[in-house]
Each structure stands twice: as structure tokens, then as C-alpha cells.
């Protein structure tokens, strides 16, 4: 397979050639890390580590290698154009918001928008008109975004200029988003994808349907969550002439390292070569060995997966099936209990867990000793467990999204004074409030405290949800903004 890589190759070549080196970095060749080696951290792959020199291009004047392995990128994600990121979907998020917005202008965004996206509005100063996703009461999450609802943020905000899209969501809900980027596209704006867990979708027809086969217009993907590549690896992939391709190149500089890492921009080529050579037939034996679990499920007292049922209701269009999302709640164990026992009494490592459930991210790595062994440990625990003493925690989630009086950005560099919550109604606040379930932020920082807000709180803490985001978590103080 070496031979297909394009950068690996090349990288292996560069180190063959016992260049003596007077160049960064200042390991030379991994030689600084002699005494420290050991099986993983090996001098064969230290000697990867390099930058840029004739013979190993330079990612933001891609003119050899890392030019034609972003062009075959290009070519297995359907894209007109790639870019390698090596600051992970988060640089992505932001290049991509600057690259469409200016300073000012507005977006539309989820409420339960990745932080990146929340960063890139304070370092573009843009203003956000948020939207709500649905929310699914049986699992207590964040649901989908109704095209509806889409339209109608489009229609009250004229003067927006691009939607962003979370797609899919952690727990691998997926909108509507053919739908969706032909009512953005009706009214002549641009959608943006935040696709951080869906990069794996281009692999099978039964996979919900990648970003850019739907025809957003600009989408990251961390191809470092859902297929193998180094993390903070991702790739940024633009479909469309809505994209000012020399702008995006300049924000992509200003978001990331001037010192890209070989090994990270390498794994992207992997990951590209793997999914080229053999993509389809490790999604086959994936999906089938998803449904051979599935199947297994079905004997295992107490508990409740999340499978295709899902869609049709709450905004979801479909359901990513790698996305594993179980819950004992009926035996009274709840998601932190269940990972933390999965992790401790079984060795198997969730990806995360909020009251309810625990989600498993399943990749094409994955072989059938992998669910064997996640099967016999759920069935142990349905097994051993006695009745436990957690109770479905669900939010309500029945509020309006407050006013933002002051920008993201003016909000970030704004001077903060604490003060005591039960005063702070009229106060612009200064921190997220976000009950938890489900993860959708009830206050942002810029938005007027209200009383409404301040009864929901009580609420939700005397049914014993969690409040996170503030910096005291009893929320007995709040950080105001004057
Ligand atoms: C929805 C979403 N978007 C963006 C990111 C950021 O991705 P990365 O870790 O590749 O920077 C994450 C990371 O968890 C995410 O969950």
C-alpha cells in the first residue's frame, strides 16, 4: 500500500536519503530522541517528522505532493477542491466562516453549534441568528433541524448571508440536509457544514448522504473521528463557485500553523489511499457487523439501543448507524454509570455519555472481536446489575432563545463582574447557561437574562439536571457583562 501513498512515500524517500540536517525541526531526524525511544515512539516514524524543504512542498503553496494528494482527496470526497487541515475541524470551522462572512454580516446557526463555530464568530465579529434543533424527549437529545424551521430564520433574517449546519450530531442525527441546502440555495445563500462526524458517509450509498453530495457549499470533516487518520487531521472540502477559493487559502493561513505537521497531512493521505483501495469493502463488513450487534441486542434485558426507528420524527432525516447509542435506563443505569463500568470492569472505552446513554463511535477499524466483546460486557451488566436508582432525566427544553444585546465578539472581550444569579435578571451574561441534557445552550454570552430563564434553571436544578458552562456550577454566581 506505500506504493499508493503519495506523501508517505515521498516522506520515506526524504528519509532514506541521510540528509544531514540544518534545518528545522530541532530534533533532526528524531536523532534528540534516541535514548527516550521505544516501540511507540520509534525512530523510523521520528524521521518522518519534517517540514518544508524542496523535495516535501509546502501545504499553503501546494505545488508537488501535498498539491496532488489534496487533489486525489478531492476526487474520493466529490469535492472541486481540498484542503488538508492540520489544525483539525475546529481551523476548518473558522477559515470556512471567514471565508464567507464578513465582519458584521450575519449567519444562521444551531444553538448547539460545535464551540469552534461560536469561536469563529468572535474572531470574524460576525452576528449569529441562532436556530433551535428539535429535541427527542425518549433519549433526551438534541434532534434535528427542520427545513422549516430553516426557511423561516431565512425569511425573518434577509440579510444573512449563510446558514451553518452541525451534520451529523453527536449522536449521528442527521437533518435533511438535501432539503436543506436547496432552500438556502433558493434564497442565494451559502451553507456552510460543520460534517466533524460524517466523513465516513461517502463510503456507503447506506450511510446517510455525505455534505457535498447534498450540495452544501463548504464542508470540514475531521477525518481523524470517523475514519484513520492522526487527530487533529481533517479536511476542508469546497463544492461550489459561492466559495472565494483565494480568500479561504488566506483565512486557512491565518487559522492554522505555518508549521504543518508531515505526519498529520501523511495520515490524510493514508486515510484517502484506505478509502480509495478498500473503502468500500470495510464499510460492508462495518454495517454488517453493526447489524450482527444489533441483532444481539435483541436478547440483552434492560436495554434500549438507537436504531433507524429514530428518523422521521423530531427533524431527523436519518440516523448515522456507526454511531452505537445505548442506555440501561430501565435498570436504572445511567450513560456516566454504564461508560464508567464498560471502562472499568470491561476495558472498553465509550466515545461519550450524558445522563441517559453512552455513544459508541464505530469506525471501519473496528472487527467483530471489537462488538463481541462490547456485546458479552452489556450482557453481563443486564445480568449482574441490580435494579439501580437513576431515573430518565429529560428535559422539558421549552424556551425561547433570549436577546442577544451585545455581539459574540464584544461579549468575549467584555470586562465580567459576578454577581449573585437570582439578581441577574435584565443582565447581559457573560457565560453559556446549558442544562444538560440536552446540551443546548438556554443562555449565550451577549443574551439578556430573563426571569423566565432564571425559573427554568430552578426548575431544571430541582429535578436534578446538571447546568454546565458557568464558572460556578451551582450557579449561585453568574458572570454578568456591564
Ligand atoms: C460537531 C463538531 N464540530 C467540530 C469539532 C472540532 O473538530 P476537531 O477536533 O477536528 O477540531 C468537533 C469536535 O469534537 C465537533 O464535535
Known amino acids: 500500500m506505500i506504493e499508493s ?43 518522518l517528522d519534517v517540514t518544508e524543504m524542496p523535495d516535501t512542498d509546502n501545504l499553503y503553496l501546494a505545488k508537488d505532493m501535498i498539491r496532488e494528494a489534496q487533489e486525489r482527496a478531492a476526487k474520493v470526497f466529490h469535492a472541486d477542491k481540498t484542503f488538508f487541515l492540520i489544525n483539525g475541524t475546529s481551523a476548518g470551522n473558522i477559515s ?23 469561536h469563529g464568530l468572535i474572531i470574524g465579529g460576525n452576528q449569529p441568528v441562532y436556530i433551535n434543533p428539535e429535541t427527542n424527549k425518549e433519549w433526551g437529545i438534541p434532534a434535528g433541524i427542520r427545513s422549516e424551521t430553516i426557511e423561516k430564520a431565512i425569511l425573518e433574517n434577509p440579510e444573512a448571508k449563510a446558514v451553518l449546519l452541525t451534520y451529523p450530531n453527536y449522536y449521528g442525527i442527521c437533518s435533511d440536509i438535501k432539503e436543506i441546502a436547496e432552500i438556502v440555495h433558493k434564497y442565494e445563500k451559502i451553507l456552510i457544514v460543520d460534517e466533524a462526524h460524517g466523513s465516513h458517509f461517502i463510503l456507503s450509498d447506506n450511510l446517510p448522504i455525505s455534505a457535498i453530495q447534498a450540495g452544501a457549499d463548504i464542508v470540514s470533516q475531521s477525518i481523524h473521528k470517523t475514519l484513520p487518520a492522526f487527530t487533529q487531521s481533517s479536511m476542508l472540502h469546497v463544492n461550489s463557485d459561492r466559495i472565494d477559493v483565494e480568500r479561504l487559502k488566506f483565512m486557512l493561513m491565518i487559522n492554522q500553523s505555518s508549521s504543518p505537521s508531515y505526519l498529520l497531512m501523511a495520515s490524510l493521505d ?13 464499510i460492508d463488513r462495518l454495517l454488517e457487523n453493526i447489524s450482527y450487534f444489533e ?48 471502562r472499568n470492569d470491561y476495558g472498553i472505552q465509550m466515545e461519550f455519555a450524558d445522563i441517559n446513554n453512552v455513544v459508541g463511535v464505530a469506525s471501519i477499524c473496528n472487527d467483530r ?39 459574540p465578539r464584544e461579549a468575549a472581550f467584555a470586562t465580567k463582574k459576578e454577581i449573585p444569579f437570582l439578581e441577574s435578571v435584565g443582565k447581559v451574561s457573560g457565560e453559556y447557561i446549558i442544562p444538560y441534557p440536552p446540551g443546548i445552550p438556554l443562555v449565550c454570552p451577549g443574551e439578556e437574562i430573563t426571569k423566565e430563564i432564571l425559573e427554568y434553571v430552578k426548575h431544571l436544578q430541582n429535578l436534578g439536571g446538571d447546568i454546565i458552562g458557568t464558572k460556578d456550577e451551582n450557579l449561585e454566581v453568574i458572570r454578568v457583562i456591564d
Open 270 to 282: 493514508i486515510a484517502t489511499t484506505i478509502i480509495e483501495e478498500d473503502g468500500l469493502g470495510l
Open 369 to 407: 472481536k471489537d462488538f463481541d466483546r462490547l456485546i458479552s460486557a452489556l450482557e453481563d451488566i443486564s445480568l449482574n446489575n441490580v435494579q439501580g436508582k437513576i431515573k430518565n432525566v429529560v428535559s422539558s427544553f421549552s424556551y425561547d432563545i433570549p436577546k442577544l444585546k451585545i455581539s
Open 5 to 47: 501513498t503519495i506523501i508517505l512515500k515521498q516522506l520515506q524517500k526524504h528519509a532514506e536519503e541521510d540528509v544531514v540536517s540544518f534545518h528545522i525541526p530541532g530534533h533532526k531526524n528524531g536523532k534528540a530522541f534516541e535514548k527516550f525511544e521505544n516501540k511507540y515512539f520509534c525512530k523510523e516514524m521520528l524521521a
Open 295 to 342: 441483532s444481539k441486542l435483541q436478547n440483552i434485558k434492560g436495554i434500549r439501543y438507537m436504531d433507524d426507528s429514530i428518523a422521521g420524527k423530531d427533524g431527523i432525516y436519518q440516523k448515522d448507524r456507526t454511531k452505537l447509542v445505548i442506555n440501561f435506563v430501565e435498570l436504572g443505569i445511567g450513560g456516566i454509570e454504564l461508560s464508567h463500568l464498560l
Open 96 to 118: 470556512a466562516m471567514m471565508a464567507v462572512l464578513n465582519p458584521q454580516e450575519t449567519v444562521i446557526v444551531p444553538r448547539d453549534c460545535h464551540k469552534s463555530v461560536s
